[in-house]
């Protein structure tokens, strides 16, 4: 791609280390595999590693090296078959549908790369069309903002019976005191006072990274969105 170089290797490794849990998260899936709907989260994982690492190869500065015209040509039948799987599982979910969205903007840009003048792959030449790659930067726009609010942490704060809010060591203090609650005991906002709710969940057993976890799920597709912003503005 285009750009500067130091900005294309750091989208290259991006997309790899995405590439690579999205790997691990096949992994994870694959082996625990019991029924459609872990099929189809394995299916995810796998398209996104796809991604990721078709994103990593695309992302290479042109300086360093230009791919001749039929490496793109074969991005466009890879991430086309893709794109055709992904039209089915679209139609359910907002994600698929991402899915469907990024699978189709990889064929876009390989089509605009295979589609320029040979020897043309330096700074001054660019791809594509105005029209398809603003709407494509709206969309990834929004995505990355959307997403990132989503991993933001959210404070839950616990009314107290006089009405005003009270820390977690209250809270935790008033469910022991009250009912003979254990320290840790969780309460929800606005359940009456010395109810205890729920137990934290012990974090001795914290799950592998192999394994699918949504924040990290999460973070890796906020990345890959980052990425594929840099690289539609280096079009």
Known sequence: MHGPATAGWLVVALCAVAGTYCLLRLRGTAGARRGRAEGTAEGMAG???????????????????TPPRWVWLVYVAVFGVAALRALGPARRTSHHLHHLVGMLAMVYMAVAMALLPGGTHGAHSAGGTPLATGVLLIYYAGYVL???????????????????????????RAAGGAVGGAPGDVRV????????????PD??????????????ALACRLSMGIAMLAMLLTL
Do not use: N, Y
């Open 47 to 65: 398209g996104e590693a796809l991604m990721g690492f078709g994103m990593a190869a695309m992302a290479v500065p042109a300086a360093v090296v």
């Open 146 to 172: 959307w997403t990132g609010a989503r991993l933001l942490p959210l404070q839950t704060v616990t009314v107290a019976e006089g009405g005003g809010p009270v820390g977690a060591g209250a809270a935790d």
């Open 203 to 216: 974090t001795g057993a914290a799950t592998g990274l192999c394994e699918d976890r949504p924040e990290l």
């Open 189 to 200: 906002a606005g359940a009456p006072a010395g109810v205890v709710t729920d137990t934290a």
